[in-house]
C-alpha cells in the first residue's frame, strides 16, 4: 500500500479566495499546497475590467504569507457590456488569463452576469481569435428547469451551440456535477475541459439532505447523485486530459452560509489536496493524481507545468471545523471540519 507520495505542484484552476479580511483568511491554505490558481471575479462589484483585475491582483499578492511564491491568475468577469478590446489588452498584457461566464443569477453575486449570449457575441469572437479561453459556470437558471438537470439543459440548449458557432474557443465547464457533464466534456475534448470540485466526487445529495440538512453543502452546482458521483471519480482518476483539479473553495461569512436564505459555496482550500488523495486511493489510481492535479490543466491553459513538487503521506489528523476572519465574530465553516482526514501534505 502507498502510504507516501510525492508528485508535481499541483494548481487549482478554479478557486475564490474574495477580497479584505476573508481573502486574508484563506489564501494561505491554497498557497502552502498550489502554485498557482484561477480566481474567480465573482466579488461585489465584479473584477469586470484589466483596471479591476491588476488591482485585485495587487491585494491578493499583498494578502500572501511572507515568502510565497504563489502566482495568482486574474479572470474577467464578462457582463452584457464588457469592451472586447479591455478583455484584449488585459489578456496581451498578462493580467487577464481567462473570462468567465456567470449566467445572470445563476449563482453566489452573480447578479451582474450575463442575461442573453447573444450580447457577448464580440468578445468571444475576439477571445477566439486571441487565443484567450472561455470559463463557464454551466447552468441555465430557466426557472423551468428542474435544479438538478440545470447542466445538461445548460450543455443542450448553450453549450452545444456554442462550440459550433466557435469552434477556435477553448472552453471550461467548471465544477463539473453530473454525469451528463462528464459525458459532455469527453465529447468535446480537446476543445472543451472540465474542473472537478472535491465535494462533488465525495458527497451525494443524501449525505446534503438525507440525515439532518447540512447548509455548507449547499453549493451551485447542486450536489447530485450517486450515479453522477460516480461518473465524476471514474473521470477525474482516469487521467484524462480534459479533466482537472479545481476545488470551488468558495468561503462565507458563518451567519450568510447558516441562514434562513442561506448562500451556497463551501470552503474546502483546508481539505481539498488531501481529499482529492483520499478519492484517488479509494480508486485505485493514485498515479493518476498527478495527471489531474498538475498537469492536465496547465495544458489545457497552454501554462507551463510547475517545477516544485508536493508530498502527501498516509497519517490522519482532524480538519478544524472553522477559520477565523478578522472582525467581529466572524469565521468559515470547513469542509470536512471535525473530521479525521487520511492524508496529509507533509513537504512543498
Ligand atoms: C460560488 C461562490 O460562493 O462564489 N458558490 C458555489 O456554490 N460554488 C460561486 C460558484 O462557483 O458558483
Ligand atoms: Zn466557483
Known amino acids: 500500500m502507498t502510504s507516501r507520495l510525492t508528485i508535481r505542484k499541483p494548481d487549482d484552476w478554479h478557486l475564490h479566495v474574495r477580497d479584505g479580511a476573508m481573502l486574508k483568511a484563506v489564501l494561505p491554505f491554497t498557497a502552502r499546497n498550489f502554485a498557482r490558481a484561477i480566481l474567480m471575479p465573482n466579488l461585489v462589484p465584479p473584477v469586470a475590467t484589466t483596471a479591476d483585475a491588476a488591482a485585485y491582483r495587487k491585494r491578493v499578492l499583498a494578502a500572501l504569507p511572507p515568502g510565497s511564491t ?20 488585459g489578456f496581451r498584457d498578462g493580467v487577464f488569463t481567462a473570462v468567465k461566464l456567470y449566467p445572470a443569477h445563476a449563482t453566489t453575486n452573480s447578479a451582474a452576469g450575463v442575461t442573453d449570449l447573444k450580447k457577448v457575441c464580440r468578445v468571444l469572437e475576439r477571445m477566439e481569435k486571441i487565443d484567450m479561453p472561455f470559463l463557464m459556470h454551466g447552468e441555465v437558471t430557466d426557472p423551468d428547469v428542474d435544479i438538478f438537470d440545470r447542466e445538461k439543459a445548460f450543455i443542450e440548449r448553450t453549450l452545444i451551440p456554442l462550440t459550433k458557432m466557435f469552434p477556435g474557443l477553448r472552453m471550461t465547464l467548471e465544477h463539473l456535477s453530473s454525469k451528463e457533464g462528464v459525458d459532455f466534456v469527453h465529447s468535446a475534448k480537446p476543445q472543451v475541459g472540465g474542473t472537478i470540485t472535491p465535494y462533488h466526487l465525495v458527497q451525494t445529495r443524501t449525505d446534503w439532505l438525507g440525515a439532518g440538512l447540512k447548509p455548507y453543502m449547499y453549493v451551485m452546482p447542486v450536489i447530485k447523485t450517486a450515479r453522477d458521483r460516480d461518473a465524476l471519480r471514474k473521470a477525474a482518476t482516469s487521467g484524462e ?3 482537472f483539479l479545481g476545488t470551488d473553495s468558495a468561503p462565507h461569512p458563518f451567519a450568510r452560509k447558516v441562514n434562513v436564505n442561506g448562500v451556497p459555496g463551501m470552503f474546502n482550500s483546508p481539505v481539498a489536496l488531501e481529499t482529492y488523495a483520499k478519492v484517488f486511493e479509494e480508486e485505485g489510481a493514485l498515479d493518476k493524481l498527478e495527471a489531474f492535479a498538475s498537469v492536465n490543466g496547465a495544458k489545457h491553459y497552454k501554462l507551463p507545468l510547475n517545477a516544485g ?38 513537504g512543498s
Request: net charge negative; proline share 7%; aromatic share 10%.
Open 70 to 89: 504563489f502566482t495568482p491568475l486574474m479572470t474577467c468577469y464578462l457582463r452584457d457590456d464588457t469592451d472586447p478590446d479591455d478583455v484584449e489588452r
Open 241 to 243: 486530459s480534459c479533466y
Open 309 to 346: 513538487t508536493v508530498t502527501l503521506e498516509k497519517s490522519s489528523w482532524v480538519a478544524p471545523e472553522e477559520v477565523k476572519v478578522d472582525g467581529p465574530d466572524e469565521r468559515a465553516i470547513v469542509y470536512r471540519g471535525g473530521e479525521t482526514i487520511e492524508w496529509r501534505v507533509v
